[in-house]
């Protein structure tokens, strides 16, 4: 385990579908990321949170909602997504947004829109 | 802006074989530099980092890499693969200065053959 923690690992949802995922880190980081993987492609950043504020969101759809209660915890609130949504998502902590510090990535959630 | 780019979708050798995963880079000013491996329904994983002093970083499994500024590289090589090796494989680059997040490539998938 990395010590981040994604739940759920599998989601198959409608697209009238509210779900949520979940991520928790017990790594003592104080920046947070939801990214997008998907075949293929350049993994996307989605959203940026840096102790607890969110710093960056890269034009995603409003049908995804990110939500950052505290520094360990970081949730995606999905709703009404579409079938292109189906994709990886990745969440991943560090130690300082501007450093030379890696990333700590979770196992990620396999989202199907069906 | 930076950009990473992995010219490669697809990398294929033969095990005991020495390999090379390719990657340039742009970005203002000096990089840091990072590689990640990506095994099935597992997130990334931290593989190795250049920082700054020797352009030849070394990391996890045997791997390293080497930095050239004048051809804004950071291929990754390993002496003789593994079938374990077997994975994809993302490279990220940020510039030094800012708060600006880790950009990935869209990776390159390496299959070594017994």
């Known amino acids: 385990e990395t010590g981040v923690t994604q739940t759920p690992r599998h989601l198959v949802m409608g697209m009238t579908n509210k779900k949520s995922l979940k991520c928790e880190q017990h790594?003592?980081?104080?920046?947070m990321y939801w990214y997008k993987q998907s075949a293929k492609k350049p993994l996307e950043l989605m959203f940026v949170?840096?102790?607890?504020?969110?710093?960056e969101n890269n034009s995603v759809p409003s049908r995804f909602s990110p939500e950052c209660p505290n520094s360990s915890h970081l949730f995606l609130h999905l709703h009404t997504l579409q079938p292109e949504d189906s994709a990886l998502y990745l969440c991943?902590?560090?130690?300082?947004?501007?450093?030379?510090?890696?990333?700590?990535f979770g196992s990620g959630t396999r989202l199907t829109v069906v | 802006a930076q950009s990473v780019a992995q010219p490669e979708d697809q990398v294929n050798v033969a095990e005991g074989n020495p390999l090379t995963v390719k990657c340039t880079y742009s970005?203002?000013?000096?990089?840091?530099l990072f590689w990640y491996v990506q095994y099935p329904n597992r997130g990334l994983q931290f593989l190795l980092k250049?920082?700054?002093?020797?352009?030849l970083v070394k990391g996890s499994y045997g791997f390293e890499a080497e930095f050239n500024k004048s051809q804004t590289s950071f291929h990754l090589k390993k002496p003789s693969a593994l079938v374990s090796d077997s994975a994809l494989y993302f490279c990220?680059?940020?510039?030094?200065?800012?708060?600006?997040?880790?950009?990935f490539g869209k990776g390159t998938r390496l299959s070594v053959i017994a």
């Open positions: 991943a902590s560090s130690q300082g947004q501007g450093t030379n510090y890696g990333y700590t």
């Open positions: 790594l003592g980081h104080n920046a």
């Open positions: 949170y840096s102790l607890e504020e969110r710093v």
């Open positions: 970005v203002s000013g000096n990089p840091y």
């Open positions: 250049y920082i700054t002093g020797d352009n």
């Open positions: 990220a680059v940020r510039p030094r200065s800012g708060n600006t997040p880790l950009v």
